[in-house]
């Protein structure tokens, strides 16, 4: 069946740094990608997608690439900032709208 | 747009009672979905409705759990009876449409603790 596979975290970067959060992906089909993003407290907010392969979402200064070949979908993001500390999941949809999220990693920073 | 609307934001309740949990979804969103969110499991995909029909019920864990969703505006999750391994933080999600690229809005969880 479809999986996520997210790196373990958690990821703790002073204030600046740069950001990537590896995911990796499988699917049967064709699926749309996504990462999510959970503040403290609250639910889980979209925080980027992309739809087919070598699609780059981008949001709030974070980016990430549609890679079929790798398939995968990693998260950067150039500059990190306090609040960005967050739990961030990626998370795939097959036509069958199941959205199947990875472990979630979870990224502290420091100022 | 008020967003999915979760009620209660916490539970406490002790081992064998009944609790159920509350979702309003976003108005004219044809899907509605309860997740459950533990550090052992993640997120964990429980039900699923289309138009108020259950869709995918392989996610509930056991007999304890049943979803309804009388109208459109309201869905409830019931467990009973319930037990200390069902604490949590159970979220329901809304989605407009089928297609792929539909990405899901979130209410801001329930928090369930069962002593």
């Known amino acids: 069946g479809d999986s996520v596979t997210q790196m373990e975290g958690p990821v703790t970067l002073s204030e600046e740094a740069f950001l990537t959060i590896n995911c990796t992906y499988t699917a049967t089909g064709y699926p749309s990608l996504f990462w999510y993003v959970q503040y403290p407290g609250e639910g889980l907010q979209l925080l980027l997608k992309?739809?087919?392969?070598?699609d780059k979402g981008s949001n709030k200064g974070f980016e990430a690439t549609y890679r079929k070949e790798t398939t995968s979908f990693h998260l950067e993001k150039g500059s990190v900032q306090v609040s960005d500390s967050a739990v961030y999941f990626c998370a795939l949809r097959e036509y069958g709208n199941k959205l199947v999220f990875g472990a979630g990693t979870i990224l502290r920073v420091k100022s | 747009d008020a967003g999915v609307i979760q009620s209660p934001r916490h539970e406490v309740t002790e081992m064998g009672q009944e609790v159920t949990l509350r979702c309003k979804p976003i108005?004219?969103?044809?899907?509605l979905f309860w997740y459950r969110q533990t550090m052992m499991r993640g997120l964990e995909l429980l039900i699923y409705?289309?138009?108020?029909?259950?869709?995918?019920d392989s996610g509930m864990p056991e007999d304890r759990f049943s979803a309804k969703m009388p109208n459109a505006s309201f869905s409830t999750l019931k467990i009973q009876p319930s037990e200390p391994r069902d604490s949590a933080v159970y979220f329901c999600?809304?989605?407009?449409?089928?297609?792929?690229?539909?990405?899901?809005?979130f209410g801001n969880g329930t928090r369930l603790t069962v002593t």
């Open positions: 108005s004219g969103h044809d899907y």
């Open positions: 992309a739809t087919k392969a070598d």
């Open positions: 409705f289309n138009n108020n029909v259950p869709i995918d």
């Open positions: 999600a809304s989605s407009p449409w089928t297609g792929v690229n539909s990405p899901l809005h």
